[in-house]
């Protein structure tokens, strides 16, 4: 479900942790937005740190890390989500929902305090970093000039860059993003630039979906097939 529009699809996850312990959708489900929040909130350190040092992409790297620095506000913010919340089931159509809404809201809360968001984002960020040294590592078995930090600002840069368009899996934008900075700077060839963005997706994206494939393919023998009837409340 990584290669869903910004993840959504990730919400699978919920399903699968409610077929097994018979936890509640709505309060499973704000644990993939915080993972989304923590994902983002490594990524833009890791850019941010290299859009200062080579002084390319800070206004979209700020602006997209103040966006997440005001949700993490808000959603800490217990009098304004609560505002928002009861505004938002006056509209007709959440209006049965309310009582699951406030339910996904306490688990946001809880897990956006500050140790756990903390630890989240720590563990996230070592994880980013090994994705940001695998991209190092193609690219110096490709002969490319360049140091870690440039490698993990860019592939941090190109994979914020492909998020925020909602894209399945960022697919298209962040591989034009790769090849686009490594050509832009002269680093590398088209060709050798078009390679090492393949062998870093296929690595890092695709490898992870194949994982995913066969894991559901083994849950369903275990548990039975998943439906869409099966993800009501």
Known sequence: MSVTPGKMGELLKSYLVKQVSGEPISKTAPIILVERITDFISLILVALAGAYIFDYGRVVVIVVGLFFVLLVIIISNKSISFKLIS????????????????????SSYILLKPKPLFLMSAFSLTSWFFECLGYYIILINFKVDVSIIWASFSYAFATIVGAITMLPGGLGVTEGSLTFLLVENELASIDVSVASTFLIRAATLWFAVLVGIISVLSYQKRFG??????FQE
Do not use: M, P, R
């Open 225 to 230: 097939k998943i439906t869409v009837d099966n």
């Open 87 to 106: 505004l938002v089931g006056k509209i007709k159509i959440f209006k049965k929902f309310l009582s699951n809404i406030y339910n996904a809201y306490e």
